[in-house]
């Protein structure tokens, strides 16, 4: 199998693992609910945290600073 392909049959197990599992848990469809809603909530987190524009991380950085808060932060500028 070549390199270009390792990422999309990686994709492809992993969904139909991911629907196996779901498909052995039906049973217990309020827990499997739950725990999506809760990685769905993560995921929308993660994905607004990685595309939030540089000044508006920079803005609230620089007040974080100034309040006393993240003093670490300081030592890597």
Do not use: K, Q
């Amino acid at each position: 199998m070549t390199l270009a392909l390792t990422l999309p049959v990686a994709e492809a197990t992993l969904f139909t693992v991911g629907c196996l599992l779901i498909h052995l848990a039906r049973r217990h469809a309020e827990t499997v609910t739950a725990v999506l809603a809760c990685l769905i909530m993560v995921l929308v987190m993660l994905i607004g945290i990685a595309s939030a524009p540089d000044a508006f991380v920079r803005a609230n950085s620089a007040s974080a600073i100034a309040d006393g808060g993240f003093i670490a932060a300081n030592a890597l500028n």
